[in-house]
């Protein structure tokens, strides 16, 4: 769900296991919040979890959340928390709710041994280094296990096969496209009849007066084709299998070099006034198609009513035959502070909460934001995915739905992320610029596989 435009950048830094070419995780401009009901508990204003503490007979447990933009999600943490206080007689559940840079707080907290019982992150390498986070395996039956999406359980969630969080939000992106303008204009709108090359084609034909044919973000696309424009290709940054890198090749040569070429056309919209994670762009005609996240499916619809399409990024034919359809899984997950005062009980309300209650994960996927619900059982079961763009977007996100391996995070992207900017900003030798990042990024990698070592499993 989206956070506050004012936290965006640094969210950014998080999505998807740290990799930090603009793969985000579960974020989208900010609403205007809606004012709370009379009714609605008072936000808790507390910097850090208070230690556990009696509450007539029942023991108090923390939970805190980031700052999530929609309204009414404030709200809805609260009376869930409320509703599982009153369903029972052991446990107290109180909220936090922080605006801000809510990632390092989470951190400093842990650092400080003083952290929520139960919280929500992107799962790091170094929670599992230094024990801060309860393995949770023992929460889920194999046939419960089965049934979250594809790569979400075992990438998001899991580090060496073991489980240490449960899913919060999925989210993923892909592309938008007006099927108006593109039937004008004689293309064909079927989002399984693209690849890159055709996309580009068609934003030739699409660019006229104000409007461009296609957005890719404000910075010219780099971290779209950086990211998911690699992967097209059937390559991969690391590779999840192998564990080693797989960027220096020819066919990302190619990519990189049909690319510099296309930004010179003129078609790629730039200086929007709001990036690729807003739908403003299409929205208001400033462009054809856009790279946009599925949240922003709510705001999309409303304007272009039953003209638009949403697909996952389509195949790089420098990729040949190994070509794919991808996106990449990213999301908030949450988590059980392993030195919790009261750890059983952090355990019951998580596993009550994200895994028992699929009522409550369909609200909280799609009542206020837009999301894919985690578990596959949960999406068959929500009406806003039975139709349209949405169970389109379901159908892909299962069949083509990847998430980078942990290892590629930390230090490790730097170099990469570094390198997009020479090639494409500085217009770099792409062949000598890449041998010298895989180097770079390789030095990064051994050192990651040290702590990678270290962790159980």
Not at 12 to 23: H, M, N
Not at 391 to 399: C, G, I, T, W
Request: aromatic share 12%; hydrophobic share 35%; charged share 25%.
């Amino acid at each position: 769900m989206p956070a506050m435009q004012m936290t965006r950048r640094a969210l950014l830094r998080y999505a998807a296991a740290g990799s930090a070419v603009l793969a985000l995780s579960a974020c989208g401009p900010k609403e205007v919040e809606a004012p709370a009901k009379e009714e609605a508990p008072k936000p808790a204003a507390a910097e850090k979890a208070p230690e556990a503490k009696p509450a007539g007979d029942k023991a108090v447990i923390t939970q805190w959340y980031h700052e999530y933009g929609e309204a009414g999600c404030q709200e809805a943490v609260y009376r869930i928390a409320e509703e599982y206080s009153n369903s029972q007689d052991k446990v107290t559940v109180e909220v936090g709710w922080f605006p801000g840079d809510y990632v390092p707080k989470v951190n400093t907290a842990l650092a400080a041994g003083d952290a929520p019982d139960c919280f929500e992150h992107h799962l790091e390498l170094d929670y599992v280094r230094t024990g801060v986070v309860a393995p949770l395996d023992e929460l889920l039956d194999p046939d419960t296990k089965a049934d979250y999406l594809e790569g979400v359980m075992e990438k998001l969630c899991s580090i060496k096969g073991t489980v240490y969080a449960l899913p919060v939000v999925v989210d993923f992106q892909g592309m938008y496209y007006n099927d108006k303008l593109l039937k004008e204009a004689g293309i064909d709108p079927d989002p399984d009849a693209w690849d890159w090359h055709k996309v580009f084609d068609a934003a030739d034909k699409l660019t006229k007066d104000r409007m461009k044919g296609l957005f890719l973000g404000n910075e010219g696309g780099q971290g779209c084709i950086g990211n998911y424009g690699v992967h097209n290709t059937g390559r991969w940054l690391l590779d999840p299998e192998s564990l080693e890198l797989d960027f220096n090749n020819d066919t990302i040569y190619q990519l990189f070099d049909e690319f510099r070429e296309y930004q010179k056309k003129g078609t790629l919209l730039q200086g929007s006034p709001m990036d690729w994670w807003d739908p403003s762009a299409i929205n208001q005609g400033l462009c054809a198609m856009q790279w946009g996240g599925f949240w922003q499916m709510p705001g999309t619809a409303p304007v272009l009513g039953e003209d638009f399409s949403f697909s996952v990024f389509p195949p790089h034919p420098a990729g040949g035959d190994k070509a794919r359809y991808y996106t990449e899984l990213g999301g908030w997950v949450g988590s059980v502070y392993s030195k919790s005062k009261n750890l059983d009980l952090a355990l019951e309300y998580t596993k009550w909460q994200w895994i028992d209650n699929v009522d409550w994960q369909n609200e909280w996927s799609t009542a206020y934001g837009f999301h894919i619900p985690a578990r596959k059982s949960a999406a068959a079961a929500n009406a806003k995915l039975q139709t349209g763009p949405g169970a389109k977007a379901v159908e892909q996100v299962n069949k083509y739905g990847y998430a980078l391996h942990k290892l590629w995070s930390g230090p490790v992207p730097t170099p990469w992320n570094d390198s997009l900017t020479e090639i494409f900003k500085n217009n770099a030798d792409i062949k000598s610029q890449l041998q010298k990042t895989y180097e770079l990024c390789q030095k990064e990698l051994e050192s990651q596989r040290g702590f990678w070592d270290e962790l159980p499993g």
